[in-house]
């Protein structure tokens, strides 16, 4: 049976693009609006305040996004430029979906949806999520595909937020639960629903290449740099933000240097994998979002950033094989090394810290003054009130089964959707490969318009 040809849904990506855009368009004409300015100055300055506060953040979550996490993705040495702009499309399309859904949900009042920097904000963590959950089929994917993935993944992530958030408690402010954990989980279920059951073979264009890895590593330093504002971003500003701050730094830090004693360690001649240093070193970052604006004493955040990146090292040495020779499970950049484990980690230990710091509110190393001032056991123990070190523990371990189980069921529904033959996929010879979706100048002669998928498989053999 012959290969679907790829340039089927060539006509359905721009169609599809153009009805979206124009249904936004009208959507805000109708529908949106900023709040209105107010007269009073004390109010005035106060909302200049919280933009002068923002927006640094936003803007270095900005070039994290757009810049480090595009580059992370160019490790495939010929589809980087597919890596890089199929990631800043998903990232404008699904923080637009994300944009009309949370305004109809919590934004809509008298009929209008009032719109500032703080929903462009919570739009653009929602647009993290299908960020994440694409790699793990990045490459053997069509944009059709990955558009698809977005609007069904959207939804669903608010519907989990509001889940785990509000109706469950759980304390999460850098997002380890709801957006690392979900979007991972998601991934893999979208994977194993699109590849099925047979194994996929290691295709001759996903070995990168120094050039392709030394790229993927630039991504990577600008994420660590950049990481902190993403966790600290959504914290209370003053004594939170400050550990949010320094306990994402402390971890990090610790991550990357865990990453080269692990990675050097596994190598039967001592060499560093290039894969682990653009991974391991931005674990700590994963793991310690959900405790990030706890008391806990630095020696925990140093901790729990070493703990996640020699569990995002073994994972890629040992439990990635595996998945994929047990399982046949495809996860094309780690997604479950860097996002999965890291994440269940960092949710064990907000339990941990939660039930420590309410058995040491008398006098032991909880009970400390913070580095930014006041009593650490107060600033953890005082945000559930009345509810319970032991029962919030126990909410922070149903928030990780919410958003592990929700996650994977919904995963597997769409990557079974991802199967309609109006989104075919590129055949396996195609995949990995810029030259199906962009043109590039310095090619060789292409095939003509009539030639078969073998035929173009072939010319693009013959390029590589």
Known sequence: MAAPSPTRPRRLLPLSLGLFQGALLLFFAIFVTYDEPSARVEDANLVANQLYGIFPLFQDIQVMLVVGLGLLLTFLPLYGLSAIAHNFLLLNFSTQWALVLQGLLHHFHHGQVHLDL??????????????????????????????????????????????????????????????????????????????????????????????????????????????????????????????????????????????????????RDGKLSPGHLQNGSLAGGVAIGVVADMAVPPVAALALGSLSAVACVLGFRFLTPLLARKLALQDQCGIHNLHGLPGILGAAASAVAILVASEDTSGSRFSQVSPVGGNASEAVGGRWGDRGAGRQALCQAAGLAVAIGGSLLAGLLTGAALRLPCLARPPEQLCFDDSLYFNIQDQAESPGPGSTAEEEALALKERV
């Open 118 to 267: 703080h929903n462009l904000l919570t739009a653009e963590f929602a647009a993290v999520t299908v960020l994440i959950s694409v790699g793990a089929v990045l490459g053997r994917t069509s944009p059709c595909q990955l558009l698809v993935v977005a609007i069904c993944e959207v939804p669903i992530y608010l519907a989990s937020e509001w889940a785990i958030v509000t109706r469950l408690g759980v304390l999460d402010v850098g997002g380890t639960i709801t957006i690392h954990v979900f979007s991972c989980y998601f991934g893999l279920g979208v994977s194993k629903a699109l590849f099925g059951a047979a194994r996929q073979p290691v295709h001759p264009k996903e070995t990168p290449t120094p050039r392709s890895d030394l790229l993927s590593l630039v991504g990577t330093l600008i994420l660590w740099v950049f990481w902190p504002s993403f966790v600290a971003v959504l914290c209370q500003p003053g004594d939170a933000q400050h550990r949010a701050i320094l306990n994402t730094l402390l971890a990090m830090s610790a991550s990357a240097v865990t990453t080269v004693v692990a990675s050097s360690l596994l190598e």
